[in-house]
């Protein structure tokens, strides 16, 4: 017998809104409950989440539940749901079996979509987290907008192929729906900041000035020993949890992004996004332990390969290019089978970065460019720059359908660097499915 877990209910109304980024400074936003992000799912590990989204847009939606590891009928794509039409509701309702730091964000027209807001936190608690002052979740975006703060389209051939060879980036930078806002901490504490690269293209080079933090957790939680850095990389889709602090009273600093070079047509710079201020001094009762949990290692690294995934672009005559997995655009994958560990190649043979992202499963990655890592962690998005490639192991536990993996940088995922696979029960008959394709609505 399964005993009832408590239930936490939300209700989320798409909208389009006006969002104020900066005094005066307005833009159009497409969201959920006219909040930039959307309000922030809180629940406890092993508790059920319900969901209502109703959808009050001019056009379909879909939310995916990004690293949850629910039924895949719950997943939020267009493989698993007919979309949410306007005036129309559904219910989401999943068991959230990990804690950590999530994100949900539409996955329908998401280049449009995700860009125009339409994202929130999920976080999930759990007794074993390490205790600190206090903590925040702190969402990463940028937006792409015209002198008058309107959205941009990009209308002729340059700046299209721009966009869709680099992503979408823009110059307004944000940290939860705002610019350059005050992020304020107490003089000796400390505060575990929930970092999520909500963005359609940005790589976020975590820099607060040379400071040092604690890395404590990655997209599947914590990590087994905390890591000292004084600067980390968050590409979009990625989590990252630190622990800053302690600071003196009086200190301001800003949390800043250095140029990280991927490959692009525009180069990267050095960047401010937000601004620290440590006020007055207030006792502390934070405690971050050496040992943080367990990782079993789920294959050794030189576990033979059972998948090659390769990322590639090619030439399009009518975009500039494609993006492409395994030599196709938007790819029907063979299956897995439930309970067979999956041990995959992934490979990046393109010149430029690309955030590798699996729905619904965490991975490890055992090995890059034949070495294995320097830690465990659990991934469900991990970054592979240019001719790189990694191994990654993952199982395919009892959550049998239509699951995919894809770039998340938006502009890539929709230009094809995407495929669907099913998760099958080994001990039915399997029938292939003709290939779905809903993903022309650009
Ligand atoms: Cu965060 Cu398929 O997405
Ligand atoms: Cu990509």
């Not at 944000?174 to 400390?190: D, R």
């Not at 949990?293 to 590639?312: C, F, G, M, N, Y």
């Not at 890539?412 to 008959?429: E, Q, R, W």
Request: some cysteine; charged content about 25%.
């Amino acid at each position: 017998m399964q005993s009832q877990s408590k239930v936490v209910d939300y209700l989320l109304e798409t909208n389009e809104f006006d969002w104020e980024i900066a005094p005066g400074k307005t833009v159009k936003a497409w969201g959920f409950n006219q909040q930039l992000p959307g309000p922030t799912i809180k629940a406890r590990k092993g508790e059920t989440v319900s969901i209502k989204v109703k959808n009050n847009l001019q056009e379909p939606t879909i939310i995916h539940w990004h690293g949850i590891r629910l039924p895949a009928a719950m997943d939020g794509t267009d493989s698993v749901q007919r979309p949410i039409e306007p005036g129309e509701e559904f219910e989401y309702r999943f068991v959230v079996p990990d804690a950590g730091t999530f994100w949900y964000h539409s996955h329908y027209n998401e280049t449009v979509q995700v860009e125009k807001g339409m994202y929130g936190a999920i976080v999930v608690e759990d007794e074993t987290d390490p205790v600190l002052d206090d903590e925040k979740v702190i969402m990463i975006d940028d937006m792409k907008l015209s002198a008058s703060n309107e959205f941009t389209k990009p209308s002729w051939f340059i700046p299209r192929i721009v966009e869709r060879h680099d992503g979408r980036e823009g110059d307004t930078l944000l940290i939860n729906g705002k610019e350059n806002p005050t992020l304020e901490i107490h003089g000796g504490q400390m505060e575990r900041w929930r970092f999520i690269n909500s963005s359609s293209a940005r790589y976020f080079l975590l820099h607060f000035e040379g400071r040092q933090f604690k890395i404590i957790g990655t997209d599947g939680g914590l990590l087994e020993a905390p890591i000292l850095a004084s600067e980390a990389l968050i590409t979009p889709g990625e989590r990252l949890d630190i622990v800053v602090g302690p600071f003196e009273e009086g200190e301001t600093f800003a949390l800043e992004s250095l140029g990280y070079n991927r490959m692009t047509f525009l180069k990267a710079k050095r960047q401010t996004f937000a601004t620290v201020k440590v006020k007055e001094p207030k006792p502390s009762v934070a405690f971050v332990p050496d040992k943080l949990r367990t990782i079993e290692q789920l294959a050794p690294h030189d576990t033979p390969v059972s998948r090659k995934v390769v990322l590639s672009v090619g030439p399009s005559l009518k975009d500039g290019m494609n993006f492409l997995v395994n030599g196709k655009m938007h790819v029907n994958d063979k299956p897995v089978v439930v309970g067979e560990t999956q041990v995959w190649e992934v490979s990046n043979s393109s010149m430029m970065d690309h955030p590798f992202h699996l729905h619904g499963f965490f991975f490890q990655v055992i090995e890059e460019n034949g070495k294995a890592p320097d830690y465990l962690s659990w991934k469900d998005t991990y970054n592979l720059k240019p001719r790189t490639n990694i191994k990654i192991a993952w199982m395919p536990d009892n959550r049998p359908g239509t699951w995919m993996y894809h770039c998340h940088i938006l502009e890539h995922h929709a230009a094809g660097m995407m495929a669907n696979f099913d998760v099958i029960d080994g001990s039915k008959p399997y029938e292939e499915k003709p290939a779905t394709h809903m993903h022309h609505h650009h």
